[in-house]
């Protein structure tokens, strides 16, 4: 009875394994695939998840205290135009765009087509900071 009783425990005790493997085998699966299909039009949901976490752990003073407005016109004007109006290489015009502040946040910080990622170049609340900024450029 005893003997049997082990035998039961690794069965389990495997079959639990054995499924676990499976389930995440799955989600990777799906997390791949779906980042393929959305990265053709916009940034991927997992760029939209950081920028999002991103935006809610960037202290609100930090973010008030950068000079975005100088921010944008060393590192962005070069493309954008200082008014967000210019479409050197490639670039959208900013003072047209639709963009939410995630979708400009993961757009900073990951970088798309000829637009280099900033992140790890400029702090992290500096992107929200002058992801903020472009608002402005809207008016
Ligand atoms: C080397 C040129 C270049 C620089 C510098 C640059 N960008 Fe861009 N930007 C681009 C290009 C090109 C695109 C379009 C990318 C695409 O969709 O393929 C773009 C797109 C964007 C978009 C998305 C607009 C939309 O409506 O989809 C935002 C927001 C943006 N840039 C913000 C910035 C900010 C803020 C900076 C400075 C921190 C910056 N960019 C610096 C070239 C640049």
Redesign the pocket.
Known sequence: MKVLHSIMTIVVVGFTIVACGTQSDKESTRVVSSEIEIEAIGQSDEQIRLAKSLIASSDASKIKAVNAKKM?KN??A???GRKGNLE?????K?SK???SLEQ?VA??YFG?????P?KGIIKNEEIVA??KY?DELKK
Not at 88 to 92: H, P
């Open positions: 944008f590192y962005c070069v493309c954008h050197l290489n490639g670039a959208e900013l765009s639709s963009a400009r757009q900073i798309k087509g000829t637009m280099a900033f002058v992801a472009l």
